[in-house]
C-alpha cells in the first residue's frame, strides 16, 4: 500500500464521505468517527461523577490544547483553549495599551472580515488601524508594501497565514522580522492554515499564532485555540481573564493576579465537550502527520487547478502551489451571479464545496479526498454551466 492508499484508507473514518463528494474542509472539516464516542464519554463522566468529573474534564481541556499546539511546533503549554478565535483576539486587543504614541495595528485588506471589524473599532481604545490593501488582482498580499507601513508607531501587526478567499499563503517572516526590529508584536491567524499546512511557530518567530478547529483540523466549533510566546506573554495582560486566567483559580482571590505565560488567555470555564469533540482529529493529524497531508493536498490540488485552467475556468488562488494552502478558488465565468448557481447545483449533485462573493467556488480536497472526486467536480460543474 503506497503512502497515499493509506490516507485514502481513512475514509472510513469520517463518515460524511461516504454520503458525499465532500471538498468543503476549507470551511467545515469532516467529523471524526470517533467524536461521537468521546462525546458519550464526556456525558458519562459528568452523569456518574457529578462535579468529580472536572478532574478528568480539565485533564482532557489541557491535553486537547496540547495536541492542537503540537500541530503548529508549539512547545507544550504555550497553547490555550477557547470557545472561538474572535474571543482570543478581543482579549488580545485588550492586552495591550493603545494609549500611548506606539498605538497602531498594522494589518491588511484580506483578512478575515471579524478582524478587520475590531480592528475598525481600535480607536475607541486610542487605537489607530492601518490598513494595507491587496494586490490589485486580489489574490495577493503585498508583504512588501505591508512591511514598510510598520514603523515605530506600531503596537501590533495582524496577518493571515493563509487567506481565506484565494488560499494565498503569506510569506510572514519578512513581517516578523520587521516587527520585531521596531518593537512591535506579531499576530498570525492560522485559521485556514492549520491541518493543511505544516507550521512552526517558533521557527516563524510570531508572538501569537491563533486560529480554530472548525476548518482542516477537523474539530468541530467551540474550539478556537491560540499560541503564546513565552518571550511575549508577560507583557500582554488581557482585562479579562476568567478565573482560569488566574495564577490560583480555585483561591478566589479579588486581586488579580496573572497566570503565568499563555495560561492568562485561557478565560473563564472552558468548553469541555467540544475538547472531548475534538480530540480524535487532532490525534489523526498528528499520527499522520503535517508533511504528509500537505504532500497529499498538492498532489490533488495543483491537478485541480491545471484542469480547471483547461476548461477556460478563472482561477483565482496562486498557481504555484508553494504559495498556495489547501483549497483552490474556481470562477466559472459569465455572468456574477453564475458561481453562486453551480456552487448550489453542485450541492444537489452530492458535490459539498461552497462560494465567496467576488471571487467564485472554493474547492478544497483534504487528505482523506481522491484526486478522481477533486476533478469529478469540475466535471459536474461544467455539465450545469452547459444547462444555462
Known amino acids: 500500500m503506497t ?21 468543503a474542509s476549507h470551511t467545515l472539516g469532516a467529523m471524526h468517527r470517533r467524536t461521537p464516542e468521546r462525546l458519550a464519554e464526556y456525558a458519562r463522566l459528568w452523569g456518574e461523577l457529578g462535579v468529580v468529573a472536572w478532574e478528568d474534564w480539565a485533564t482532557e481541556v489541557w491535553r486537547a490544547a496540547d495536541l492542537v499546539g503540537g500541530l503548529i511546533g508549539a512547545p507544550p503549554g504555550t497553547t490555550v483553549m477557547r470557545q472561538n478565535a474572535a474571543d482570543l483576539l478581543g482579549d488580545v486587543v485588550t492586552s495591550l495599551d493603545w494609549s500611548g504614541a506606539r498605538n497602531r495595528v498594522v494589518t491588511s485588506s484580506l483578512e478575515w472580515p ?35 507601513a510598520i514603523d515605530e508607531r506600531t503596537l501590533l501587526v495582524e496577518c493571515s497565514h493563509v487567506l481565506f478567499r484565494t488560499a494565498t499563503l503569506v510569506d510572514v517572516k519578512p513581517l516578523v522580522d520587521k516587527a520585531h526590529a521596531v518593537g512591535a508584536l506579531v499576530m498570525v491567524d492560522g485559521y485556514q492554515a492549520a491541518g493543511t499546512v505544516p507550521v512552526d511557530v517558533v521557527d516563524l518567530g510570531v508572538d501569537l499564532y491563533l486560529g480554530g478547529s472548525v476548518k482542516y483540523l477537523s474539530g468541530g466549533p467551540g474550539n478556537g485555540w491560540m499560541y503564546v510566546a513565552p518571550a511575549a506573554a508577560e507583557a500582554l495582560r488581557p482585562v ?18 496573572y497566570a503565568s505565560g499563555a495560561g492568562r488567555f485561557k478565560g473563564g470555564t472552558p468548553g469541555v465537550p467540544a475538547a472531548f469533540a475534538a480530540a480524535p482529529a ?9 508533511q504528509r497531508i500537505r504532500e497529499r493536498s498538492v498532489s490533488m490540488t495543483q491537478p485541480l487547478l491545471e ?82
Open 114 to 148: 471579524g478582524s478587520l471589524n475590531t480592528w475598525s473599532q481600535i480607536g475607541r481604545l486610542g487605537g489607530e488601524p492601518v490598513v494595507v490593501p491587496g494586490e490589485p488582482d486580489g489574490i495577493r498580499l503585498d508583504v512588501q508594501r505591508m512591511a514598510d
Open 307 to 388: 484542469s480547471a485552467l483547461e476548461r477556460g475556468f478563472t482561477v483565482r488562488s496562486p498557481h504555484d502551489p508553494a504559495q498556495r494552502g489547501g483549497h483552490v478558488t474556481i470562477d466559472p465565468g459569465g455572468d456574477p451571479a453564475d458561481a453562486d448557481r453551480v456552487h448550489h447545483a453542485l450541492i444537489e449533485r452530492g458535490f459539498v464545496v461552497d462560494h465567496r462573493p467576488g471571487v467564485g467556488i472554493r474547492v478544497s480536497p483534504h487528505f482523506y479526498n481522491s484526486l478522481d472526486e477533486a476533478l469529478a467536480c469540475l466535471d459536474a460543474m461544467s455539465e450545469v454551466l452547459a444547462t444555462r
Open 282 to 290: 487532532y490525534e489523526a493529524l498528528t499520527e499522520i502527520g503535517m
Open 3 to 23: 503512502a497515499h492508499d493509506e490516507l485514502y484508507a481513512r475514509r472510513a473514518d469520517y463518515p460524511v464521505l461516504a454520503r458525499s463528494t465532500y471538498l
Open 240 to 257: 479579562t481573564t476568567g478565573w482560569f486566567g488566574t495564577a490560583q483559580p480555585f483561591a478566589f482571590d479579588p486581586e488579580l493576579a
